[in-house]
């Protein structure tokens, strides 16, 4: 399993997808528990100089290089969620810490 979380602060999942400045990418470790990277990648800066239709592809590719499965954040809109579902990425709506959040997603 590996789970995105956008990040609104240190160790905290909130904030919108498609702005997302920061995300953590964590995949779960056969012994238990999950390798967190986090990854700058200032979608923020990017979602007003693109089209809609570049944004959404250049995040899908990102998805696709890390292996995401789940994408959990504070708020996504319509369009974003439709792409995800088309990928087959389930999308997880919760903030707080990221260790609580990451646990949620992985038993839910």
């Given at each position: 399993?590996?789970i995105?979380?956008?990040l ?7 904030g ?5 400045d920061?995300?953590a ?5 056969q012994a ?26 250049m ?14 954040t ?12 088309s ?22």
């Open positions: 399993m590996v995105l979380a956008t609104a602060g240190k160790d905290t999942v909130g919108g997808f498609g702005r997302a920061r995300v990418v964590a995949r779960l470790q238990g528990g999950f390798q967190v990277e986090e990854i700058e990648v200032g979608w923020g800066e990017k979602h007003d100089h693109h089209a809609d239709g570049l944004h959404h592809a995040i899908a590719k990102f998805l696709q290089e890390q292996g995401v499965d789940t994408v959990v504070g708020h996504m809109g319509d369009g974003m969620v439709r792409m995800l579902g990928m087959k990425i389930r999308v997880v709506q919760q903030e707080g810490p990221l260790d609580d959040v990451l646990k949620t997603a992985s038993e839910a």
